[in-house]
C-alpha cells in the first residue's frame, strides 16, 4: 500500500429563507475596496448544520470557507493551460500539523495545531475533535455515517491522547488512504465544543437544532457576521485561522436568481466573482476578455438519478433505453459551450491502477432505444416527470434538450423545475422519478465514489438502487489492498461495469467549472467539491 507522508510543519431577490440568523444586520458598501470581495450566487444554504442539510453547491460552500479539517488535500499548480487544482494523493496541514503512521499501517497519530482558533477565538483541543465525531455518528440525519462506511464506522476510532493529539485507528491498512481522504473534506469539519457548550441539552446533546440557524462554531477561514435570509450573507476573515487570516478581509455573496444578471454584474465590475452560469454566458466573458474562466481536471458530473424501487424506471429495459435516447452531443455542444466531455468512467482515471477496460461513455442510438422498449413489451409512449433545480440554469436547459430528444425513442417527459430548497427536500425524501444534477464524490478514493450513492439504506443513493454483485465487487476491491493499485482496480472496473450495465444512474458528461472571475482576481483553485476556497483569493499583485 502507499505510505502515507507526514504532513509539515440591482439584485434579483429570492423568497426570503426559512430561517434566520441572530443578530444580522449591515449590508456590503457601495463601493468594493480591495479588502472586499463580492460573489454573486444564485441561492443559500438550507441548513447551517451538516449533520442536518449537507447537499448543494451553496450548502458546499459555506461548510468549506466557515469549517476547518485536520488535514486537506495539497493544492499544486496546473499544467497545459489548467488552474491550480488538488492533488487528491496528497495530504497537507490544516488543523493538525502532522501525523503519523504506525508500522502496521492501522493507527495514525495526529498532532493538533492548537494556536488555531475557531472565529469564535477559542484554541483548538482534542476534545472538540472527539465531540465533533460523537456528533457526526450520533445524529439521526447525518449523511456522514453512510459516507465514511467501511473505513469509519464509529467515533471510537478516535481517541484522545492527550490535549494536542488525537489517534485514529483503522481496521485494515488498505482503509488508511480513504479515512485521510474523508478527513481532509468537509464532512469532517472540526466544531467548537465552547461554543457548543452552552446549547446541548438532553433531547440535542450535540447542539445540532442550535446550529441549524446558528453559524459560529467552525475552525475556518470565514465568520458568517451577517445573514438577511435570500439577499446576501456577509462573511469576515478569521484571524485566527491555522494557514493565516485570508487576504480578503470581507466576502459579500449576494443572491442573484437569474444567471444572466449575475453574468452582467461581474461584467460591469459591480461583482468579482459570480458562481452557477450559464456556459455559453462564460465563454462570451471570456472571448470578450471581460473575466476569467477556467479549464480543470474536473470530477464534476451531470448525471440523472433514476428511482428504481417503483414507477418506469424499476424496469431496467426503461432506463436503458431511456440512456440510449439521450443527445449528449447536443448538450455538450448547445448548452455547454463545448465545456463539457462525455465521461466513461465516473473514477479519477490518474490513479496508477486505473482499469478502463470494456468502459464505455453513453451514446445516442434512438434505433437501440425504440428496440429495447419493443421487446421489452412497451407500445404507449413512456411518461415521466423529470425534475430541475431552478437555480442551476444548465441544467434547466438540459433538461429541455432531452424533453426534446427522447420523445423520437417513445418517452414522454414533464419537467418540473423547482426553487432549491424544494429540490433538497425532494432528494432526501426520493420522491422524484428521474431529476437532474451537477454533483461530484469530494473524496476520490475509488471505494467511496462507487459507494457513496449506491449504498442501501443512504440518504444519498438517490435511485434507492440495491445490487448484490456491486456490493461484492466493492468489498473485493477494498480487501485488496492500496485501493489507488492494479489488485484492487480490477474490481473498481467490475463495479463500474455493473453501474453501465444497470443504468440506475444516467451519467450524462463531465462538465467544467460553471464559474467566473474579474480579471484582477487571484488564487481560483479547482477543489473536488467544486467550490471556491474563499482563503485563497486575492487581488493580483497584492
Known sequence: MRKPRRIIAALALLTAGTFALAACSSSGSASTPASTFVIVTAAQPQSFSYETSATGYEAAEFFTNTGSTLIRNKYVAGTGGQARHEDYNSFTPLLAKSYDVSSDGLTYTFHLDTKAKSVDG??????????????????????????????????????????????????????????????????????????LKSHITAADPYAVKWTNTH????????????????????????????????????????????????????????????????????????????????????????????????????????????????????????????????????????DPG???????????????????????????????????????????????????????????????????????????AKTFEADLQRDYAVVQSPPYVLSLFYTPHSPVNFPDFTDSTLTNDIAAGNDAGDPTQAAAGKHWNAAQKVLQDQQPTIYINYVQPLNAFANNVDGYVFRSDSVIDYSQLSVSGK
Open 122 to 195: 477559542n484554541a483548538l483541543t482534542a476534545d472538540d475533535v472527539i465531540f465533533s465525531m460523537k456528533r457526526k455518528f450520533g445524529t439521526a440525519t447525518s449523511i456522514i455515517p453512510f459516507a465514511s462506511a467501511p473505513f469509519i464506522t464509529s467515533p471510537t476510532q478516535f481517541t484522545k491522547v492527550d490535549n494536542a493529539t488525537v489517534q485514529v485507528k483503522v481496521a485494515k491498512a488498505s482503509y488508511g488512504y480513504t479515512m485521510l481522504s474523508l478527513l481532509s473534506n468537509a464532512l469532517y469539519n472540526i466544531y467548537d465544543l465552547k461554543a
Open 215 to 350: 453559524a459560529d462554531y467552525g475552525f475556518g477561514a470565514y465568520k458568517l457576521v451577517s445573514y438577511t435570509p435570500g439577499e446576501q450573507m456577509i462573511y469576515d476573515a478569521n484571524p485566527g485561522y491555522p494557514l493565516g487570516e485570508p487576504k480578503v478581509k470581507r466576502i459579500v455573496q449576494r443572491v442573484v436568481a437569474d444567471a444572466g444578471t449575475r453574468s452582467q454584474l461581474l461584467k460591469s465590475g459591480s461583482a468579482q466573482i459570480a458562481v452557477q452560469l450559464r456556459p455559453a454566458d462564460q465563454v462570451a466573458l471570456a472571448k470578450a476578455k471581460e473575466a476569467q474562466i477556467f479549464t480543470v481536471p474536473t470530477n464534476a458530473w451531470v448525471y440523472m438519478p433514476l428511482l428504481t424501487t417503483k414507477g418506469v424506471f424499476k424496469d431496467v429495459n426503461v432506463r436503458r433505453a431511456l440512456a440510449a435516447a439521450i443527445p449528449y452531443n447536443e448538450i455538450n455542444k448547445n448548452v455547454y459551450a463545448g465545456r463539457a466531455t462525455s465521461n466513461s468512467t465516473i473514477l479519477s482515471s490518474t
Open 354 to 428: 486505473f482499469d478502463g477496460s470494456g468502459l464505455k461513455a453513453n451514446t445516442t442510438d434512438v434505433a437501440k432505444a425504440k428496440s429495447i422498449l419493443a421487446a421489452a413489451g412497451y407500445k404507449s409512449p413512456i411518461s415521466f416527470t423529470l425534475t430541475v433545480n431552478n437555480s442551476v440554469p444548465d441544467l434547466d436547459e438540459t433538461a429541455v434538450q432531452i424533453q426534446s430528444a427522447v420523445k423520437a425513442a417513445g418517452f414522454d417527459v414533464t419537467i418540473n423545475s423547482v426553487n432549491s430548497a424544494t429540490f433538497q427536500a425532494g432528494l432526501t
